[in-house]
């Protein structure tokens, strides 16, 4: 099937980009990859008079590290992220996750804004962000603001931002001290959305002990999910007393949507989702204590 007609625009700058947004309201798409996009716009899942590309915004690309955190050009490719040594060293769960998203040639147009602003719930990167509390530097024509990680995923591909906002960059706080980190998921085949995965950054200090502990869930409700309250179990918990088992356990209690489809009931995905939550965490505890 063909796409819907539609006319399009290839605005220079992001200025230009918020402008045109702005004018075409409601019937305007932003386009960045399009690999989530032009899918759902072949098969008529969704339709728009007009889509404005920002892939080409030179402004919106590129890895900038300094003052704790990790900037992010929201047009960076996936690709990029997986080549960069400032990722790798300050965002070590986003670098782990990115080999996990779809195929080489999806992630050589894939960008990380275009991933996040699409707000799957099975897509690695929001539950890295939402884990790792990223902020997100959105544009308009009034100005700019950040949304916190925690308050931009609304429900099933929606966010807070409004119709004429842009994301242009996501920034990630980078830990320190003894870290690990670790995306475990599982897939029918490799390239596919995870039928449940976790993702999972955990710090510990000189005496074994939790001190700060982050879990993203994958394909576990109708957005991206924190678990918070195995999170607040885990912290202060001596690494060797830990009960990784009910850890996970804990996370995957009280899901209240968990999807149902071909590919497993509510109750399959939810124990599956244990079972990654298990592994990763173990896996991040591990590199953690070599570390």
Partial sequence: MKPAPFRYHRPESEEEAVALLAELGDDAKVLAGGQSLIPMLSLRLTAFDHLVDVGRIESMRGVRAGGGEVWVGAGTTEAAIERDAAVAAGVPLLARATPLIAHVQIRNRGTVGGSIAHADPAAEYPAAALALDAELDVLSVRGA???????????????????????????????????????????????????????????????????????????????????????????????????????????????????????????????????????????????????
């Fill in 145 to 291: 603001r950040t949304i916190a990680a925690a308050d931009f995923f609304d429900g099933l591909w929606t966010t807070s931002m409004e119709p004429d906002e842009l994301l242009v960059g996501i920034r990630f706080p980078t830990w320190s001290g003894r870290c690990g980190s670790a995306v475990e998921e599982m897939v029918r085949r490799h390239g596919d959305y995870a039928i449940a995965g976790a993702a999972v950054a955990v710090e510990i200090d000189d005496d074994d002990r939790v001190t700060r502990c982050a879990i993203g869930l994958l394909g576990l409700g109708s957005q991206p999910l924190r678990a918070t309250a195995a999170e607040a179990d885990a912290v202060g918990s001596a690494v060797d007393g830990l009960d990784v088992d009910a850890l996970a356990r804990r996370a995957v209690d009280d899901l209240a949507d968990v999807p149902a489809d071909l590919n497993g009931s509510a109750a399959y995905r939810t124990h599956v989702g244990a079972v990654m939550v298990g592994r990763a965490l173990t896996s991040a505890i591990e590199e953690a204590r070599r570390a």
